[in-house]
């Protein structure tokens, strides 16, 4: 076992350990399946589930679901956590809940709906129930919906030497903290102390005098992106989360504001190509299909626009046939550098590095870029375009329009999700089609509107 622990997860959780899982599921042996799964993580065990079929899914449940923990249900992805509860005889299911932090249990009721809803907030002991209850009264997606309910405080008077005797004389401590939060009588925190100062200062030190530098709070209102950017920005370990009066409510810790980090990324990718959030790679097909078919829709609007720019020159492109053969150079070249600057700018609003303060500035550089890459592949494109056809005026429409059409991409890029953000809107979403069908409408423009002018 050891060993095996000691492996990388790609070593322990490879395609033929997969293979052996299910043959020994097929099999009905489940001391089998024991031996194949005790050594993986909890993390692991959750991907192996999300990779298998459903059918393979719930025959391991039925076999293996004695061994589910809440460990292993807090891994699950959303994708289906909800399939997996409902496998899960209902004593496992309470057994598995009531290992999970408060923050965990909130997670998993924000996929559950109906009788396993009611099942999961019945496994919970009273005080817990209250505490899950109260997070699931905030906002979906704000901090208090994310964090833990579990703290370790302290008065504010305290020295070193009554926090470890605290610490030691306890039973309710939670199984990960980071930091001993002190509090005034009000409740409202004043400071924290990472446990490393508390074991290595004398006992008459006073809590205070060794607090950290990089204290904050968070309001339980606050959304979870801002939760993100606070952790990333500050480098923190845990943050404590506050109500409207600066009473102390909860904690945050690094692995649940690196998990919305991820999210937020995931989601952000998802939106730029056109694919809702909530996609998950075990949805089945008509649900993948109801989540993409929209945005096709959108696209496919959007293309008939450039469709309806095209048709206004058909008599140009019928009397010079070879423009036809150089429209998708402009179509590609600008749909390119548009997803150039549309990637960077949604990256750094995301990470409030895109500011109004220093939006001009950027703008200002894509300019530049759009206009030097135009000058060139106008160069190269003209060029070649010359050499080719033997016609000088064909590549200089070509060179022309890719000048403008790299310019606009540039520009759009940038442009666009900065206005959507300014608006109230995520940067991310659905950027990508406004800003590739601006720039095939200016593209298509550019480039038949110069032919129209210098060659006929």
């Not at 924000?110 to 209850?133: C, F, M, S, Y």
């Not at 700018?345 to 220093?358: E, H, I, P």
């Not at 666009?416 to 095939?440: C, E, K, M, Q, Y």
């Amino acid at each position: 076992m050891a060993d095996d622990l000691a492996q990388t997860v790609d070593e322990v959780l490879d395609q033929d350990r997969v293979d052996a899982v299910l043959a020994a599921v097929v099999a009905g042996d489940r001391g089998a399946v024991d031996s194949l799964l005790e050594p993986l993580h909890a993390a692991d065990i959750a991907d192996l589930l999300e990779q298998i079929g459903p059918g393979d899914r719930r025959a391991l449940l039925r076999l293996w679901s004695h061994e589910i923990d809440g460990e292993i249900l807090s891994e699950i992805s959303e994708g289906i956590r909800e399939e997996v509860v409902e496998a899960l005889p209902r004593e496992v299911l309470v057994g598995a809940v009531r290992d999970l932090e408060t923050d965990d249990v909130v997670d998993l009721l924000e996929d559950l709906e109906g009788p396993q809803k009611d099942i999961v907030l019945d496994a919970l002991a009273a005080a817990d129930r209250v505490a899950v209850e109260q997070a699931m009264a905030y906002p979906e997606g704000s901090a208090g919906r994310l964090m833990q309910r579990e703290t370790v405080v302290a008065p504010d008077h305290w020295t070193v030497g009554e926090a470890i005797d605290f610490l030691r004389k306890s039973t309710t401590l939670p199984d990960q903290f980071y930091h001993v939060i002190l509090v005034d009588p009000r409740m409202v925190p004043v400071g924290y102390v990472t446990l490393g100062r508390v074991l290595s200062s004398g006992r008459d030190v006073a809590l205070k005098a060794i607090t950290e530098d990089s204290f904050r709070t968070i309001a339980a209102t606050d959304a979870e992106d801002n939760v993100a950017y606070v952790f990333n920005q500050y480098h923190l370990i845990s943050c404590p989360v506050v109500d409207g009066g600066g009473r102390l409510v909860g904690v945050i810790t690094i692995d649940d504001a690196m998990t919305v980090l991820s999210e937020e990324h995931g989601e952000d990718m998802l939106l730029l190509a056109g694919v809702d959030e909530e996609s998950a790679i075990t949805d089945g097909v008509w649900e993948t299909v109801k989540l993409r078919l929209p945005w096709l829709i959108v696209a496919l609007v959007t293309a008939n626009i450039a469709a309806l720019v095209i048709a206004q020159f058909e008599a140009v492109i019928a009397k010079i046939v070879v423009l036809a053969a150089l429209m998708p150079v402009v179509a590609s070249m600008g749909g390119n550098a548009a997803t150039q600057s549309l990637t960077v700018a949604v990256r750094a609003l995301a990470t409030r590095d895109l500011t109004g303060s220093n939006a001009g500035r950027v703008v200002g550089r894509e300019l530049a870029v759009g206009l030097i890459n135009g000058l060139v592949f106008a160069a190269v494109m003209g060029g070649a375009a010359w050499g080719l056809f033997g016609a000088p005026m064909i590549g200089a429409v070509i060179a022309l329009a890719l000048v403008i059409t790299l310019v606009v991409a540039a520009l759009a890029g940038v442009m666009v999700p900065l206005l959507l953000n300014r608006l109230g809107f995520d940067p991310a979403l659905s950027s990508g089609t406004f800003v590739i069908t601006l720039t095939d409408v200016v593209g298509f423009l550019a480039f038949l509107g110069l032919a129209t002018v210098m060659l006929t």
